[in-house]
Nanobody, 122 residues
């Protein structure tokens, strides 16, 4: 099972990015999906989650109103739109899959990608 993130890069504060998470050997439409991030020197933290149908989402307070999680089950892909980026958004971003509803608890997710790095310069 493999989740592959892409779309990271180096941007300036205020810019936007769209991260993608694609799956092989895993039908993402069977799973709730989450995005987590790990800033340099810090622990992994929850960013956003979406249910199987894409009509229920949850966000960390730090990204609410700036980031949007979505999914396209026909493409077996989940997205994270990052707008109004701040230097404190600099991190490795990971997507993850779990049964049932999305939560903000990393330990409840069963499958993880390798991450994509986002650097936001001031």
């Amino acid at each position: 099972v493999q989740l592959v993130e892409s779309g990271g890069g180096l941007v300036q504060a205020g810019d936007s990015l769209r991260l993608s998470c694609a799956a092989s050997e895993l039908t993402l439409s069977n799973y709730a999906m989450g995005w987590f991030r790990q800033p340099p020197g810090k622990e992994r933290e929850f960013v956003a989650g979406v249910n199987i149908h894409g009509d229920y989402t949850i966000y960390a307070d730090s990204v609410k109103g700036r980031f949007t999680i979505s999914r396209d089950n026909t493409k077996n892909t989940v997205y994270l739109q990052l707008n109004s980026l701040k230097p404190e958004d600099t991190a490795d971003y990971y997507c993850a899959a779990k049964w049932s509803a999305p939560t903000n608890q990393a330990r409840e997710y069963h499958f993880w990608g390798q991450g994509t790095h986002v650097t936001v310069s001031s």
